[in-house]
């Protein structure tokens, strides 16, 4: 159960996090908001960070959207930083065609892992670091792996 809920609760920070980025780029109406978010001031090495892998068009399809976001606890509802370019903190490949993984930055181990979708995890274990996840596609539009990476 606490598996299912750190990957609830990383998606929920991701989807926050989407949404106040894009609300923070967008033009705004008052005439004394002149400042704007210079990307190059987000955090470069955070301790803790969530990472949200989107595959979409099931077995034998390599279409993805990867998401890192800084996170500040495991089990915190605060948001954190969303981290740009993401291939600086997570490698994403295919075993085989019904087989996806993650690793996580140089420097990082993977402490958590899950799938909203449903998908069966290789590499499930928690409390200890691992050094990459994984999980079996499914036929079905979106399979999707939750992972958070700690410093080590």
Same mark, same amino acid.
């Given at each position: 159960m606490k598996n299912h809920n750190v990957v609830?609760? %990383?998606s929920v920070i991701i989807i926050s996090l989407i949404g106040a980025y894009f609300s923070f780029n967008k033009v705004? !109406?008052?005439s004394d908001a002149t400042e704007t978010v210079d990307m190059s001031d987000v955090v470069k090495y955070p301790p803790l960070y969530g990472v949200a892998i989107y595959q979409t068009g099931g077995i034998g399809s390599e279409k993805l959207q990867v998401i890192a976001v800084t996170l500040k606890?495991? !089990?915190s509802e @605060? $948001?954190?930083d969303i981290l740009t370019p993401t291939k600086d903190y997570v490698g994403v490949y295919f075993k085989s $065609?019904? @087989?996806m993984w993650a690793y996580c930055g140089k420097g990082y181990g993977v402490i958590s892992v899950g799938s909203s979708a449903g998908n069966? %995890?290789?590499n499930p274990s928690t409390g $200890? $670091?691992?050094f990459e996840a994984g999980i079996e596609l499914l036929d079905q539009l979106t399979n999707t792996l939750e992972i958070a990476c700690e410093k080590i």
């Open positions: 609830v609760l %990383i705004s !109406d008052s606890a495991l !089990d @605060e $948001t954190g $065609t019904n @087989e069966p %995890i290789y $200890t $670091t691992q």
